[in-house]
């Protein structure tokens, strides 16, 4: 069974960069794809973007101007930068992995999540 | 303001059935994409629960189900148990907006 974990600051500053690192085992990171989901505290979930092994990347157009998400297949690791956050940033993020249905991209594993907060 | 629209909270007693929806638009349901159910026990991650419209991973209890007709989506829980109190999103893609969309999920209480 494919486990996913978060890591990464729990404080950032305003204007700085969140930077987030998914470990996955259990399986291969190879030839699937992965995502970032994001919930701001008592609210709800919002898709940042995802990527597939090979390097290709889709972001949320709202965030594709602060977002970067990298994928280290030797680590089978995957990441997300976000920069010049702000508090609005405040989130719990999820790493996932994408099962591809007819069409459409399922969110079919997920980490337990890992609060991030934006604070001087 | 989500994209897909779901009533904040809906209730029921043990045994019951539930369902929740989940409105959307042309932009999204209507537009053919599939829509997903996640549940998210109180401070855990979500989980999938429904994919494709309709279908139950491995694992999940036939008491959950799922449809879709038009620009809405709905999620019907069967049999309820206390087990089942939990918050419940939906997802789709959005092509005007080129972006995986929630809706703004759904506070399940067993009474």
């Given at each position: ?120 | ?5 779901q009533p904040p909270s809906v209730s029921g007693a043990?045994?019951q059935r539930v369902t929740i929806s989940c ?51 709905s999620l019907a829980i069967?049999?309820l148990?206390?087990?089942d109190e939990a918050d419940y999103?939906c ?12 809706g703004g999920g759904t506070k399940l209480t067993v009474l």
């Open positions: 069974q494919v486990q996913l974990q978060e890591s990464g600051p729990g404080l950032v500053k305003p204007s700085e960069t969140l930077s987030l690192t998914c470990t996955v085992s259990g399986d291969s990171i190879s030839n699937y794809y992965w995502s970032w989901i994001r919930q701001p505290p008592g609210k709800g979930l919002e898709w940042i973007g995802y990527i597939y092994y090979s390097g290709s990347t889709n972001y949320n157009p709202s965030l594709r101007s602060r977002v970067t998400i990298s994928v280290d297949t030797s680590k089978n690791q995957f990441s997300l930068n976000l920069n010049s956050v702000t508090a609005a940033d405040t989130a719990v993020y999820y790493c996932a992995r994408i099962k591809r249905g007819s069409g459409s991209y399922i969110l079919e594993y997920w980490g337990p999540g890992t609060l991030v907060t934006v604070s001087s | 303001q989500s994209v897909l629209t043990p045994g409105t959307g638009s042309s932009s999204n349901i209507g537009a053919r994409n599939d829509v997903h159910w996640y549940q998210q026990l109180t401070g855990t991650a979500p989980k999938l629960l429904i994919y494709g419209n309709s279908n139950r991973p491995s694992g999940v209890p036939d008491r959950f189900s799922g449809s879709k007709s038009g620009t809405s989506a069967s049999g148990q206390a087990e999103y997802q789709s893609y959005d092509r005007s907006l080129s972006a995986w969309v929630f």
